[in-house]
Each structure stands twice: as C-alpha cells, then as structure tokens.
C-alpha cells in the first residue's frame, strides 16, 4: 500500500504511523479487504499458475498476504520507499510463512534490476500522492516497463475533482462512515485536510495517464465513495 516520501515521486510520509496503517485504510474505506478478494479472483484467470508478481507500494503486506496462501505458486516481488512499511509487510510475510516466496526492495520499481521483468502487477492506492507534473506518468512507465506484453495490472487511486462540491459531499460520507466504525473525530479531519491536499485526478485523466504510459483498460472493478480499482494489460 501507501509508501514514505521520496524525491523522485513526491510521495507522502507514512513512516509515523506505519504500524496502525493496515487498521486504519478499513475505517475510511469500505469494502478494502473486498477488494483484495476480488483482485486476488482477477488474478487467478489472468496469471499463470507460477506467476511472477510484481507488486508496486507494498508496505502494510496486504497484497502478499491476499495472494500468497491462495497461490502456493506464486513468486512475489514488493517495492516501496519507506521502510518502516516494508517492515509491517515483512513481518506479515514471515508470520504466514511464505517469506521464501517473496521478495522486498526498499525503493520503486525503477530501482529493480534491469532486465527483470514479471508476468502481473497490482498498484494499490499511490498514484494518489504523486504530483501529475510529469511523474505520474514517469511513475507508471516505469511499472510498464517491468511488466510483459499483456500482462494484467490491478490499480487502486483515490480518484475525483478535488476542489468540487461534489467531491466535498462524497468526502463528508467517507468521514461518516469512519467516525461509525471508531475512527476519532480529530483523526478523521487531519485524513480529510491530507486528502484535500494531496494530488489525486480525475478519473478521467486517470485514464489518459494508463493510456499514455502503455496500458489498455479493460474493467472499474471497484469503487467506493472516492476510491476505484481498474484491470488493465501493458499492450
């Protein structure tokens, strides 16, 4: 998941609060380990039986850990800059027991060795924190080049026009359904200060950015108050 300030993407710190991160995406966004299940069943007629996953801002685990008991199979590879994250997810490997099928690097997937290439990608909730002055894309090229041709890819965003009352009233909802589930009042409005700072897009500019980096969209596979995940393929 989320990853920890970097120059090259401009991402957000996430190191203060590493360890509760995993509990705290379920209060504000519903339906989070549902969608794991269903990238985990797109998945699973998309990829070869020994795929060779690739998955892009992998601190908290949650990927390896959707993936790694369903498909025994499976190789893992995770980047993400911040290591307090890659940690959690470290740790999360080793209590499931699949640590000698995943693989962890402290940086992106432009740090990976050249050459290396994988038959899948997931891509959960970062493209959010990465300014669109070039490095969105950059960002997403470079998940493009590690990839195979047609090799699917699984991307979660925080997606809307921040600035719109639309995008306000939805917000508002996204609060009301974290302060129901236990999330502080305070808490809730330092999440909401951040969102409406952050970089998030419009969907549709979302999908000129897949467009442009060399991906073909086949599916919204979910999509929760401001919160959506697509399947796609490199073409």
């Known amino acids: 998941m989320a990853a920890a300030a970097r120059g090259d993407y401009k991402l957000t710190d996430y190191e203060d609060r590493a360890a509760r991160y995993g509990s705290d995406v379920r209060l504000y966004l519903p339906g989070y380990g549902a969608m794991f299940d269903m990238a985990a069943a797109l998945l699973s007629s998309r ?107 699984l991307l979660a965003d925080a997606v809307g026009d921040v600035g719109s009352e639309a995008f306000g009233r939805i917000m508002a909802d996204v609060a009301a359904h974290g302060i129901s589930g236990g999330m502080q009042e305070d808490e809730m409005d330092k999440f909401r200060s951040q969102v409406g700072r952050l970089p998030i897009v419009t969907e549709a500019r979302e999908m000129e950015l897949m467009e442009q980096a060399g991906f073909a969209v086949e599916y919204q596979y979910f999509r929760a108050l401001i919160f959506s995940a697509w399947i796609a393929y490199k073409k």
């Open 47 to 153: 990829a070869p039986g020994d795929c060779n996953l690739l998955v892009v801002a992998a601190g908290g685990g949650e990927e390896f850990c959707a993936f790694g008991s369903r498909f025994p199979g499976w190789k893992m590879t995770g980047v993400d800059p911040s290591p307090a994250m890659l940690a959690v997810a470290r740790q999360r490997v080793e209590e499931m027991g699949i640590g000698d099928r995943v693989e962890t690097l402290c940086g992106t997937a432009g740090d990976l060795p050249e050459g290396k290439v994988f038959d899948a990608a997931t891509c959960m909730f970062v493209m959010g924190m990465i300014q669109d002055d070039g490095s969105k894309l950059a960002f997403l090229r470079e998940v493009a080049k590690r990839l195979k041709r047609g090799a699917p890819l």
